[in-house]
């Protein structure tokens, strides 16, 4: 109710400048006009308690224990290849706020992706979570889990403000410094801030009743894939600067520089340091839509593969901004 009053309000204030200005809404007033500032919080008590609420919940127990129902010995299916959490990423089961937050997901879809070069659907893109970050075999489309899962995305939408973007809906943003991300440099840091619950080895901990990690891996067998958008160094240091280290870190106070989360991003995801399952490439049929921290060729561009991976990033951009080019990272 409350939300909705102040839409309200705001509405009307971009009105009454509207109707007086008449020449146009300025950017800042325009901004205030679309993006809502309050913190959305999710109220599970008030899921329904009625058949569609059993299957929002069901959905909200695979995003939290995903290996349990539908891992490699999931009791409800055998999908995933790895003992990950959906929730390992996406904190809160989706409604953390700048933790890869899933709110307006049911809204956005479907959705042209450039990584397909074609319009997908929501189930299609859970399943593309299935099988990248979790090495898995797409779950059947009528499955009682699909099912569960859009259910969910549907519900927790009925959160998101009318029309608005929210604060959190995306991760934060980095800047960019000079040099190229150091994963000589993250290693240090990774040391100093991380292996505590990664393991010295980024393999994670696994708990001791053995069906999911109390710290999941980083990289190895059991980690994501290449193909994972984690894999891109601008796109993990944007989400470890609100939410790793999982302890200290908040998007209010993060505890790693910009730098410090891409040098650490870099050394994660360096594929000379550490394998991953299935190194193999693919995806962006479009060249001119690639993700610039995507870190295959062919690129639109003469920038190498490893500036592509590791930066400097600005020139990219710059590059692409120049040509009328919409960059993605
Ligand atoms: C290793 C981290 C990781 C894990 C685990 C993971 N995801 Fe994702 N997911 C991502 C990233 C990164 C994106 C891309 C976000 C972007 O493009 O900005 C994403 C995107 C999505 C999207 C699209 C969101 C949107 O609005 O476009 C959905 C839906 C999704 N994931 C669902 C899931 C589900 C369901 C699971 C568990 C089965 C899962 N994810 C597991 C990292 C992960
Ligand atoms: C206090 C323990 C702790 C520390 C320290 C910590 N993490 Fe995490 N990390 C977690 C937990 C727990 C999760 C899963 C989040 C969840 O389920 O809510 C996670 C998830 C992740 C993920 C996504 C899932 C995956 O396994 O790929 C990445 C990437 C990550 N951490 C990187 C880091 C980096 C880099 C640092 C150091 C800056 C760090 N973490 C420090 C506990 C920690």
């Keep these: 109710m409350k939300n909705n009053y102040k839409n309200m309000i705001m509405i009307s204030i971009s009105t009454l400048i509207l109707l007086i200005s008449c020449n146009g809404i300025s950017k800042v007033e325009e901004k205030t006009a679309k993006e809502n500032t309050d913190l959305i919080k999710v109220d599970t008590t008030k899921i329904p308690n009625d058949k569609f609420g059993v299957s929002v919940r069901y959905g909200r127990e695979l995003m939290l224990n995903t290996a349990y129902y539908i891992g490699p010995n ?43 070069g074609r319009v997908l659907t929501l189930a299609e893109r859970v399943n593309n979570c299935i099988m990248r970050p979790h090495s898995g075999k797409p779950i059947p489309l009528d499955s009682k889990e699909m099912v569960a899962f859009l259910s969910y995305f549907k519900w927790i939408n009925t959160f998101a403000p009318k029309g608005q973007k929210f604060k959190g809906e995306k991760n934060l943003s980095v800047s960019f410094p000079k040099v190229a991300a150091s994963s000589e440099k993250g290693g240090v840091l990774f040391v100093q801030h991380c292996q505590r619950c990664h393991g010295v080895n980024g393999e994670g901990y696994m708990r001791p009743d053995g069906i999911t990690y109390l710290y999941p ?113």
């Design 74 to 116: 999931g009791v409800n299916g055998k999908y995933l290849g790895n003992k990950m959490n959906c929730s390992n990423c996406h904190q809160e089961a989706g409604t953390k706020l700048y933790s890869l937050n899933l709110i307006a997901s049911h809204n956005n879809y479907p959705q042209y992706r450039p990584r397909e």
């Design 217 to 329: 891996p980083l990289w190895g067998k059991y980690g994501y894939q290449p193909g994972s958008s984690m894999h891109r160094i601008i796109k993990q240091a944007q989400w470890l600067k609100s939410n790793m280290p999982q302890d200290k870190a908040t998007w209010q106070k993060p505890i790693l520089t910009d730098e410090e989360a891409l040098d650490l991003a870099a050394f994660v995801n360096d594929d000379k340091i550490h394998s991953r399952p299935n190194p193999k490439s693919f995806d962006y049929p479009h060249i001119e839509e690639k993700a610039i921290d995507y870190g295959v060729g062919p690129f639109i561009d003469s920038f190498s593969e490893s500036q592509h991976k590791f930066g400097p990033f600005q020139s990219i951009i710059d590059y692409w901004n120049k040509r009328g080019l919409k960059p993605i990272y």
